[in-house]
């Protein structure tokens, strides 16, 4: 542990890294000493992470400010953007198509409705039209009724 009054000043410091290169170029350390370096120096550098390495791209702008890490062909660039447009309005139209055959088949599912039924198409028309579905069932209730009455 370091105490404030065991810390060097930063003119030490310098003096004593200076000191310790010198002794270290000199070669004059003994072989115990040199060895114990040599030791501390292999372990420090096991316990050392790799570092990552960086790989540059040069990056071009283009005339219309795309940036890209190649240089490219006109054409592609062009077909890059317009493909999704085209299919984009082909997806609309398609879509469009599809609702308006849907609603198409809707209306021939009522027409076919109206005209099969046994009520005329003007009695829809017609303000005792209500009155007329009230009493219907009813009628046709009581028919069967009397029906089934007369087998028995």
């Known amino acids: ?7 060097l000043s930063q003119k030490q410091d310098d003096q004593f890294g200076l000191a ?5 170029r000199s ?31 040069h990056a071009l702008v283009s005339s ?8 490219s062909n006109p054409i592609w660039d062009t077909i890059g953007w317009l493909a999704p447009l085209v299919v984009l309005v082909f997806g609309l139209i398609g879509i469009a198509e599809w609702q308006g055959d849907s609603r198409i088949n809707d209306i021939a599912e009522v027409d ?11 009695a829809y028309a ?24 007369q087998s028995k």
Do not use: C
């Open 64 to 71: 219309s400010g795309n940036w890209s890490s190649r240089s």
């Open 126 to 149: 017609d303000r005792g039209f209500m009155a007329f579905l009230k009493n219907g069932p009813l009628s046709d209730s009581n028919s069967d009724s009397t029906d089934s009455i």
């Open 1 to 7: 542990m370091k105490h404030s009054e065991d810390q």
């Open 112 to 122: 076919a409705a109206l005209l099969s039924d046994e009520v005329p198409p003007d």
């Open 27 to 57: 070669g004059t350390l003994p072989k115990e000493i040199k060895d114990r370096l040599y030791a501390a120096r292999m372990k420090a550098i096991s316990l050392k992470k790799p570092e990552k390495l960086r790989v540059r791209k």
């Open 20 to 24: 310790s290169a010198a002794l270290l």
